[in-house]
């Protein structure tokens, strides 16, 4: 089955600590996206990627990173420099359209806490 | 003002009634517009595109205003099935690419 394939479900972080998301997809898609949510709100884009080595800032960059060596892969690293890391995140994938015109598809997400 | 504004409701529907929602976006230049569904604690899916003439799908109706800059979506012969939040999603710049900007959901909730 074709899809996008998010891990771990549920990840706990100690204080100090740097950990990372796997993000991963079997749809042959350029672009891909990381997305956070917290509880009652709307998604927020942290970075996205259009092509293999190479992507850009979202909205709320500071604090992680990311990288792109492989098309089916886009870890995210969430660093102790981002105070607030409690939420859900959201990788999401696309066909790059320069129109603008594709819609995104989720992986399921990760649930990340501070312990 | 937000890009993408929506009523976070809930809007509590009977079975079987009809709802309708609008969404607005600020920048006049938006290219693409999309409904998503998000049920609690999943990721948001696809529910349609939006088009300039207005699009049906099923038992679901999404329709564009360019000029007064909404989109909205009307669902006939709720379900209990269709209680989700619905998300507004818009590409607010062209030359973006494919960058789309979330509005916050409005909430459904069917009760038999």
């Known amino acids: 089955d074709g899809g996008i394939t998010q891990s771990p479900k549920y990840l706990f972080r100690k204080e100090g600590q740097n950990v990372t998301l796997s993000c991963e997809q079997n749809l042959n898609h350029d672009a891909m996206y990381w997305y956070r949510q917290d509880p009652g709100q709307g998604l927020r884009l942290i970075y996205y990627s259009q092509i293999v080595n190479d992507f850009q800032k979202g909205d709320i960059a500071e604090g992680y990173s990311v990288s792109r060596e492989k098309k089916e892969s886009f870890p995210l690293t969430v660093t102790s420099a981002q105070k607030n890391p409690t939420a859900f995140y959201l990788c999401?994938?696309?066909?790059?359209?320069?129109?603008?015109?594709?819609?995104?598809?989720f992986g399921d997400g990760t649930r990340l806490s501070i312990l | 003002r937000k890009e993408v504004e929506q009523d976070p409701g809930p809007f509590n529907v009977p079975e079987g009634a009809t709802v309708a929602f609008n969404c607005t976006y600020s920048n006049s230049a938006s290219q693409s517009f999309f409904w998503y569904r998000q049920d609690c604690r999943k990721e948001p899916k696809l529910l349609m595109s939006v088009y300039s003439s207005g699009n049906e799908d099923g038992r679901f109706t999404a329709q564009l205003n360019r000029a007064s800059q909404y989109i909205s979506l009307l669902i006939r012969d709720s379900k209990l099935s269709d209680s989700a939040t619905y998300l507004c999603v818009v590409n607010p710049i062209k030359a973006a690419g494919n960058k789309l900007t979330f509005g916050g959901g409005t909430r459904v909730l069917v009760k038999p």
């Open positions: 999401a994938s696309s066909k790059w359209g320069g129109q603008g015109n594709q819609p995104q598809h």
